[in-house]
């Protein structure tokens, strides 16, 4: 079965910190591997994307992400927080071919002056 | 990149009135959308799947005759919520795919049913 898994529901780092977010994936297929970030009563804004090629892909706002196929694992990370990265993040899965994504429940992050 | 809107970003009604949101990709094409909902600290749920000129896919569980999807151009969606009770307050929002698969989202649309 296809599922997503982030096993943070909520993290608090400090401001200047280092961050990273956990991504567990099961898929049957050769995935497509998405971040996406929430504020508070706003759509999801994508973060970055891994399709193939090389595994550590760069994104916006400093954001960077690893995918480790022998891990299922596609993490994110950033290695300086800023205040406004406090949102939800989500974890999401799909297919290289197909309309079908599968989200992750979200990891709610935190950031403390 | 990508933009995609929603129209309207809030919407209070009354109960058995029935609401339209709209959801347009305003620089690229989508021969398909999404419509999901989101409850509080959950995360989304894919309501259905809209297809440019073609009937649109319902998951499992979703009541096609009370969530109506028309997907009649390629930059437009409508979700239109029919005889609305307060069990359907939530918050919508909508994608557009594009040609390199990836999903871009709308803003969202609260919706209040009183």
């Known amino acids: 079965a296809q599922s997503v898994t982030q096993p943070d529901i909520h993290i608090t780092v400090s401001e200047g910190a280092s961050l990273e977010l956990r991504c567990n994936y099961s898929y049957g297929a050769t995935p497509y591997l998405f971040w996406y970030v929430q504020s508070p009563g706003q759509g999801l804004q994508l973060l970055l994307k891994?399709?193939?090629?090389?595994?550590l892909v760069q994104g916006i706002k400093g954001f960077e992400a690893e995918f480790k196929r022998s891990q299922s694992s596609f993490n994110l990370r950033k290695p300086s927080v800023h205040w406004s990265d406090a949102a939800e993040y989500f974890c999401a899965v799909g297919a290289a071919t197909g309309n079908q994504f599968y989200f992750g429940t979200g990891t709610s992050l935190t950031v403390i002056p | 990149g990508a933009v995609v809107s929603q129209h309207p970003s809030r919407v209070i009604c009354k109960s058995g009135t029935s609401v339209k949101i709209e959801c347009r990709s305003l620089d690229f094409q989508a021969t398909t959308m999404f419509w999901y909902r989101q409850f509080p600290k959950k995360s989304l749920m894919l309501m259905a799947t809209?297809?440019?000129?073609?009937?649109?896919?319902?998951e499992q569980g979703v009541e096609k005759d009370k969530f109506l999807i028309n997907h009649a151009s390629l930059t437009l969606s409508t979700l239109t919520v029919t005889s609305a009770h307060p069990e359907d307050s939530s918050f919508y929002i909508c994608?557009?795919?594009?040609?390199?698969?990836?999903?871009?989202f709308g803003p969202g649309t609260r919706l209040t049913v009183l």
């Open positions: 994608s557009a795919r594009t040609d390199t698969d990836t999903q871009y």
């Open positions: 809209s297809n440019e000129g073609s009937k649109a896919t319902y």
């Open positions: 891994y399709f193939s090629g090389d595994t």
